[in-house]
């Protein structure tokens, strides 16, 4: 499985996030997953302007050139993408948040009913399945966790996909290893 | 009452948040001895002035588009660089207003959620949260089109300059409870307003000569 995983953690000083993306991923290329990891932190993305030009300049692209294209395009050649965040005041982290936004190039500027709710038609065929890697910081409590997840599976609403798995850095990496390798 | 109004619309100036929140300032400031400071929040280099500001408020709003089912990244940034504030005593009361392009209030709610937690954690007392789906394309509107939804508007911010809070009804006529079932989807939306919403974005992409390459897929038909 071809696996994007979106290091959206800020502080390069947080190893224990980063140790336990890591042992992630080793152990999912032993099973034969392809996975490409983006450290957002380290690259240059814009915050989206709000501009549409990306619906109505040049449809599919945004017009705001930066790092996110590289990531776009991964991401819609892949069968699984994987958010992952330290959560920082109940929320994952404004880095991770900023691709976030510059994802509506992806689909197109129409509305339909999907599901019973109003939503953009994808630009594309397909997108990948979705989860969510949480940190828990000190005061985070279930429902905060739920409250980021419901936010998430929401999210893949938008891309007419599935939202497959939210797991905390305090469960061991293999759990997450199952849950993909059941996919 | 003092109020601080941060516009966090990453359109700034020209935003549809910027003309609901007009509407609104101009209910408010309708009760004497009322005032306001205005703050945009996509002046990125300036998040210590805006932390600065947020300590000194009084009373807080915050108003912002609906971006990826939940804040714009502009306004993370924000929330994200007021954690010294957390546990302080005396932080300002907050309220917020969220609007979407999407006409349905479901697409809110969960933010609704974390917006209503995220008062707590920071220690400020809540007055409420006004949502408001269907926003995009009201400056192409004609003004019998968003007359009613501007008076909304303004009786929102002229109750509020009067309580202190976000009055329940005006809220949920604001977010159109009514209009759509219990769960919030969008029954009653008809296929004529579809093709509405479709021709404001066919309009847009023929005016900019990108109407032909509307459905491009640069990242799947043009290999690296």
Known sequence: MKIVVLNGNPDQSNTEFESYLKGLSDLLESHDHKVTTFVLRDMDIRYCVGCFGCWVKTPGECVNADDSAQIRREIVNSDLLIFASPVIIGFTSAVLKRVHDKCIPLVLPYLGIFDGECHHPGRYDSYPVMGLILQPESDTDEEDIQIITDIYERDSLNFQTDFVFSKLTTGPVEEIVDEINGI | ?224
């Open chain 2, 1 to 224: 009452m003092r109020l601080t109004v941060f516009n966090g619309s990453p359109r700034g100036t020209g935003s549809n948040t910027g003309i609901l929140l007009g509407q609104f300032l101009k209910g408010y400031t309708g009760t004497e001895g009322n005032s306001y400071e205005l703050i945009y929040l996509n002046r990125v280099d300036r998040q210590d002035e805006f932390v600065e500001t947020f300590r000194n408020a009084e009373t807080v709003l915050l108003a912002f588009p609906l971006y990826a089912d939940a804040m714009p990244a502009i306004v993370k940034t924000f929330i994200e660089s007021l954690a010294p504030l957390r546990g302080r005593g005396g932080n300002p009361s907050i309220g917020f207003i969220v609007q979407s392009g999407f006409p349905e209030p479901v697409h809110t709610r969960c933010l609704e959620r974390y917006l209503q937690k995220l008062a707590k954690r920071l220690g400020c007392p809540w007055f409420g949260t006004a949502v408001r789906g269907g926003v995009e394309g009201i400056q192409a509107m004609p003004p019998e089109r968003t007359r009613r939804l501007f008076e909304s508007f303004y009786s929102l911010g002229k109750d509020f300059g009067a309580t202190g809070r976000f009055d329940p009804q005006i809220i949920d006529s604001l977010a159109r409870r009514d209009s759509y079932p219990a769960d919030g989807r969008s029954k009653g939306i008809t296929t004529a307003q579809l093709k509405g919403s479709d021709m404001y974005w066919d309009n847009l992409l023929r005016k900019n000569g990108a109407y032909e390459n509307r459905y491009a897929r640069p990242y799947t038909d043009n290999p690296e």
